[in-house]
């Protein structure tokens, strides 16, 4: 609230600013962001605050928006467990939550009837509220390799996951995910598949719970085993391995893959491609390098999939709730904006939230829900007593 003071200015008009609306946060989904880690230790996100109006009808600045990525197939549900949005495809883009608006300046209220008005419009609060965020994962890299051929023990070792690591087949009975970061602007996800056996693909042990994993990876990194494994060659796992995938999905066939033959450290099978330990380390890094070129170059060249938004519009208009104990609640943005904004405690800002809530129709609304003198009106976090016109 601000009035016009100059010299040889008796009488200066009201000249307030507006305040500057503050900032929104947006959920993004980033085909570089792969996972929801970032969330685990710092959970809560706040859009930036707008500046205050001043004299001489100078506006504050609004806040900037805030930008929080997110995988691609991350998933907005409310605490109750209904979807907000789908965020499936990069650039996809939902509103979590608006910035209050910025109140006005006392030379907004300037009228033939209010010469002079000595208050001004408080500042919106800003939405607030809990989300839970669920990733549909599509790994970048899967494991795929025979029981006990050493998937659990690479995982363990480039990421900071902890699958359950044993000398006996079938360790692993569900994926395990790892999250491997190499810089600030890089990470991807290695899954790790449970072990297939020959007729996976028709569904011997388990093999469609097991394939179905592999559906949705990038890149897939086939682990032979150097070791003596049931008298199988690595030429010979290989072959057995690309077969059980094309018979699963022939698409897989044309998926972009590495061959890699693992347990250096122990080998007993000659072998003459690339070789690596996971317990001694031994080719691990130049093997992560190659998979981060795979996987970029996969990143580029994937098909944009269907883009499948959730919008939960704000209510227009206002409608009125009648409560158990009989009190009625006023709903709709616009209403409780003219109470919120509106400094109660100074008359003439009482008397434009009246106005407002006129013109709104809120009175009519009230009496046709049934409201009678006495009644408790609820708009918000205020409470007033029901008086009907006239």
């Not at 549900?77 to 499936?88: M, P, S, W």
């Amino acid at each position: 609230m601000s009035f016009r003071r100059e010299a040889h200015v008796a009488r200066g008009g009201p000249d307030g600013g507006d305040g500057g609306t503050g900032g929104d946060v947006w959920v993004v989904a980033d085909r570089n962001v792969s996972s929801l880690l970032a969330f685990q230790d710092f959970p809560f996100r706040r859009g930036a605050d707008g500046t205050h109006g001043q004299g001489k009808k100078k506006h504050g600045k609004n806040g900037e928006d805030l930008v929080v990525k997110v995988p691609e197939g991350t998933i907005v549900r409310d605490f109750d467990g209904e979807i907000l949005a789908d965020l499936v495809g990069a650039g996809d883009r939902w509103l979590a939550a608006a910035g209050g608006r910025g109140g006005r300046g006392n030379s907004r209220f300037l009228s033939n009837k209010r010469r002079a008005p000595a208050f001004a419009e408080q500042a919106e609060i800003g939405e607030e509220r809990w989300l839970r965020l669920e990733l549909k994962l599509m790994a970048d890299v899967a494991l795929v390799g025979f029981p006990n051929a050493g998937k659990s023990t690479l995982i363990s070792r480039v990421s900071a996951a902890k699958p359950k690591v044993a000398s006996y087949p079938f360790t692993t009975l569900s994926p395990h995910l790892g999250v491997v970061r190499l810089d600030s602007d890089f990470e991807m996800v290695i899954a790790d598949i449970p072990g297939l056996i020959e007729g996976a693909a028709t569904g011997k042990g388990l093999g469609h719970q097991f394939l179905r994993h592999v559906d949705r990876a990038r890149v897939l990194l086939i682990l032979v085993d150097l070791a003596e494994v049931e008298g199988r060659t690595p030429e010979t796992q290989e072959e057995i391995l690309i077969r059980e995938l094309t018979e699963y999905d022939a698409n897989l066939s044309n998926r972009p893959r590495m061959v890699v033959g693992t347990k250096s450290d122990v080998a007993s099978l000659a072998w003459s491609g690339s070789t690596i330990s996971s317990v001694t380390g031994q080719g691990v890094d130049a093997l992560i390098g190659q998979l981060r070129q795979l996987v970029e170059k996969a990143r580029t060249s994937d098909d944009q999939p269907t883009q499948y938004v959730v919008h939960r519009p704000a209510l227009e208009g206002i409608e009125v709730v009648r409560h158990d104990n009989g009190s009625f609640e006023v709903l709709g943005r616009q209403a409780l904006r003219a109470v919120a904004l509106s400094d109660l405690t100074n008359v003439d800002a009482m008397s434009h939230a009246q106005e407002r809530l006129t013109q709104l129709r809120v009175p009519r609304a009230l009496a046709r829900a049934g409201a009678v003198e006495g009644d408790v009106v609820i708009i918000g976090t205020f409470q007033f007593e029901y008086e009907p016109d006239g």
